[in-house]
């Protein structure tokens, strides 16, 4: 094992780091719980950079007694007030209730269809057919000359005039504005 800067950890640091960690990690999550309100995966996370913050500090592994948990308990505490500080949790809203989902409009499609047939009647057959054939059948403009007989150049002034005329009766109907 390593320390923070490439230094090597000792046998007996690494030794200490792993039965600091054995002896005090369940207490650490059960304080940083208690912090966090029963934020597990946060109390997760914060026991975790303190165990990392403890492996950076070696020094800190050769205090006696119960100078490390004390340690590992002091950075846990600022980190959690640090992250409560954050802008971040500042914007974040708890709760404990789940807001409603969304449930499906069967009504609004089907009359959303209805004004859309509604709008296209009001067309002349001509664009009506180029509108129909280009947006709904999806063929080119090449493939709508050719069946309908017309010139290419024909085709795209119909869907120009066509949409615009749609535009026109779907505001008409209130559907756009």
């Keep these: ?25 369940q207490a650490l999550l059960r304080y940083v719980l208690r912090l966090t309100r029963g934020d597990m995966p946060f109390a997760e996370d914060v026991v975790q950079e303190s165990l990392l913050r ?3 500090k070696p020094e800190i592994l050769e205090q006696p007694g119960d100078a490390a948990r004390a340690w590992l308990f002091t950075v846990a505490r600022n980190l959690v007030i640090d992250d409560r500080r954050s ?3 500042s914007r974040e809203m ?12 069967a009504i609004g499609p089907a ?5 859309l047939a509604d709008a296209l009647k009001s067309l002349s057959a001509d664009h009506r057919t180029a509108i129909v054939r ?3 059948l999806g063929q080119t403009v ?36």
């Design 87 to 89: 802008a971040r949790f």
């Design 142 to 177: 090449a493939d709508i000359a050719r069946l309908e007989d017309v010139p290419p150049g024909t085709i795209k002034s119909r869907l120009h005039y066509a949409l615009r005329a749609l535009r026109i009766a779907l505001q008409e109907r209130g559907a756009v504005q």
């Design 134 to 136: 280009s947006y709904y």
């Design 94 to 105: 708890q709760t404990d209730d789940v807001p409603e989902r969304p449930s499906l409009d």
């Design 1 to 25: 094992m390593t320390g923070k800067q490439g230094w090597p950890l000792t046998e007996h640091q690494a030794e200490l780091l792993r039965a600091i960690h054995d002896e005090h990690r």
């Design 111 to 115: 009359v959303d269809k209805w004004i």
């Design 54 to 56: 403890l492996w950076r």
